[in-house]
C-alpha cells in the first residue's frame, strides 16, 4: 500500500527558529509536493520536485525552501519561521506526471509559530 | 484570483440521500480534475477523477460530471453515508503541467443518520 510519511503531526516553533519538516514515500515515485492548509484558502502548493536534486516553486514558496538529496525524501525548510506560517502542512508524492496521475498525501504536520 | 472554486463551504444531507458537491473553474487550460476526500487529522486520499474529453465518470456510489462549456464539475454520492462526512476537495490540472494541482477551498459534507 502506498504511504507517505510525515515525521511529526504536531510542531511548535518560536518565531525565527529555523524548521525542518521531513516527508518519506516508500513508492518509488518520482514526484513529491509541498502544500498548506488553510481555512478558506484551501490547499496552496508551496514546492515541487520531479526528480533527485531537482526544485519548483509553486504558488506560494515566499519564507520557504526545499531539499532532495535522495528519491524518497523530500524536506520542506523554513529559513525562519514567521507567525503566518502556522499553517497544516501536506506533503503528497505522485508515480507521473499524467493529469489522471492522483496525489497520495501523509497525514499532515500541524505548526504552530508563537 | 482563484481558478478552481467550491462556492458551498458545507452541506448537510440525510443518510440515503444524494449530495452534490459543485466545483467551478476558470483556467480553460485545465485537462483533469480530480476529487479528494479528507478526514479530520488524515490527509485527503483520492476519489475519482475525469478528464476534459469526457462529461461522465462513475465508480461505484460516486459519480462525477463535467460541463466544460459552463466550466463546472460536480460530484454526486448516491447513496449518501454517515462515513462519506468529510472535507471534499476539487482539484485541477493542466495537461501539459500535469505536476501541478490546483485546488479549491473544500467542501464540508456531514451525512446525518
Not at chain 1, 23 to 50: A, K, T
Not at chain 2, 28 to 54: Q, R
Request: charged letters at 25%; proline letters at 4%; glycine letters at 6%.
Amino acid at each position: 500500500d502506498v504511504k507517505v510519511t510525515q515525521s511529526s503531526r504536531y510542531l511548535v516553533k518560536r518565531t525565527g527558529e529555523k524548521v525542518f519538516l521531513e516527508c518519506v514515500q516508500d513508492m518509488d515515485h518520482e514526484n513529491m509536493f509541498w502544500y498548506r492548509q488553510d481555512p478558506g484558502l484551501g490547499l496552496r502548493l508551496i514546492y515541487f520536485s520531479y526528480d533527485v536534486k531537482m526544485k519548483e516553486k509553486g504558488d506560494i514558496p515566499e519564507g520557504y525552501s526545499v531539499s532532495r538529496e535522495k528519491k524518497e525524501r523530500f524536506s520542506l525548510i523554513l529559513e525562519s519561521a514567521s507567525t503566518n506560517q502556522t499553517s497544516m502542512y501536506l506533503c503528497a508524492s505522485s508515480s507521473s506526471r499524467q493529469g489522471n496521475s492522483p496525489l497520495h498525501f501523509g497525514n499532515g504536520t500541524r505548526l504552530t509559530v508563537t | 484570483d482563484q481558478q478552481v472554486k467550491q462556492n458551498s463551504p458545507s452541506l448537510s444531507v440525510q443518510e440515503g440521500r444524494i449530495s452534490i458537491l459543485n466545483c467551478d473553474y476558470t483556467n480553460s487550460m485545465f485537462d483533469y480534475f480530480l476529487w479528494y476526500k479528507k478526514y479530520p487529522a488524515e490527509g485527503p486520499t483520492f476519489l475519482i477523477s475525469i478528464s476534459s474529453i469526457k462529461d461522465k465518470n462513475e465508480d461505484g456510489r460516486f459519480t462525477v460530471f463535467l460541463n466544460k462549456s459552463a466550466k463546472h464539475l460536480s460530484l454526486h454520492i448516491v447513496p449518501s453515508q454517515p462515513g462519506d462526512s468529510a472535507v471534499y476537495f476539487c482539484a485541477a490540472r493542466e495537461a501539459f503541467n500535469a505536476g501541478k494541482s490546483t485546488f479549491g477551498d473544500g467542501t464540508t459534507l456531514t451525512v446525518k443518520p
